[in-house]
């Protein structure tokens, strides 16, 4: 049997079964800085509960988050990216472009965060391919053997279990001098938890410079506890916000320094232009807070749920300052970096989403993009419910069911009459107008379309 500290993947190339490194061009140890074969580097960066809203550049006049910003301003805002309305089923498509319910990811707890082990991570394609590979934050995806990162393709770790600090099994704990888990053993880190993260992951990139790399850096924050100095809630405070909504834009206001030292040591490395950053929202926001008029929040199947951050950027590649309103989601990410860094992926796995490269680099214009319908559906019960808060996008039509039933452990829907919903989300992002009103009958049909 293989053993728990290898990922399935390394067992299989130790048994001679597994993929020939010989496919892959060779890493010499001199430095490859600059040269055009060289794979580019991968840093993707995921926030948690950060809200469409809560950055500057989506209109939000309160919070400060000029570095988050900068990377839409000199790369690229996917302004229509739909993610879960919650975490661990969104991790789990974009660890694997694939549908959450394919991997065994149901929900967020009591069993429903385990990703089955035979997955094919977006990590372990990279790593075959030669790509220094490392985790930095929150997994939430099981935390024993197969499931743990480090048997899920990442060559380092370091993690938090569950699905946040001071959660089961790691508690008690604290985002201050918090218990973490390095390479599968205990660590107790010193300082603020997101400070910690970023500073692994710098660390990461500067001994593995020489190489392509692949950081994960999935922020513990800003979910709750909203625990965070008085130095960066202060301010906010001081401009009237409630406290919840001051602690969690001071959370984020942290992330985006670290971002901001994060994007410095690339430049002063000469990475800049090697590294493709994606920076992206796992869900809506955790509080009632300014979300760029999008209606409801965190859990909800109205857009203010599923709509996240979306921010790619490829300094000297791709044009800056764009705005796509194509309909792309976390199931395209993995699908559109394999695609970027001319990594192929085994015949018979089957990826849901599609690669994004030809939008990103302009070599299709956005009217030229088919259209596509896209599937949301999140639940507490473990058991999948149809209608249970689930949506069908278009790029103009959204189709809503039972909104608001996330929680609900014992659904059970009227499927003679189920509550559904309409909207032009081109004309009515708010969602303010219910289509069924205005034209009776609709839905009828459209039941007969999705059934």
Known sequence: MPMPSMSRRQFLQTMGMGTSLALFPAMGSGDQRNDPTRRPNVLLILTDDQGYGDTGIHGNEQINTPNIDSLAEQGIDFTRFYVEPVCAPTRASLMTGRSYYRTGVIHTSRGG????????????????????????????????????????????????????????????????????????????????????????????????????????????????????????????????????????????????????????????????????????SDNGPNTDRYNAGLRSRKSGNYEGGIRAVSFFRWDGHWASGQTIDRIAAHIDVAPTLLDICDVRTPPDLHLDGRSLKPLLSGEMPTTAWPDRTLFIQCHRSLTPQQYQNCTAISQRYKLIGYPGTFNEWTFQPSLSDPALGLYDIEKDPGETENLADRYPGILSKLRGEYD
């Open 113 to 280: 965060a385990k990703m089955a082990g035979d997955e094919n991570t977006i990590a372990e394609l990279l790593q075959e391919a030669g790509y220094a590979t490392g985790i930095f934050g929150k997994w939430h995806l099981g935390d024993n053997y197969p499931m743990r990162p480090q048997d899920q393709g990442f060559g380092e770790t370091l993690m938090h279990r569950g699905g946040g600090i001071n959660q089961t099994p790691d508690k008690p704990n604290s985002y201050f001098d918090p218990l973490l888990w390095r390479n599968g053993e205990k660590y107790r880190g010193t300082g603020y938890c997101t400070d910690i993260f970023f500073d692994a992951a710098i660390d990461f990139i500067r001994r593995n410079r020489q190489r392509p790399f692949f950081v994960y850096l999935p922020t513990n924050t800003p979910h709750t506890p909203l625990e965070i100095s008085d130095t960066y809630a202060d301010p906010y405070r001081k401009m009237g916000l409630p406290e919840d909504t001051a602690r969690v834009y001071g959370m984020i206001k942290n992330i985006d320094e670290n971002v901001g030292r994060l994007l410095q040591h690339l430049e002063q490395l000469h990475l800049h232009e090697e590294t493709i950053i994606v920076f992206i």
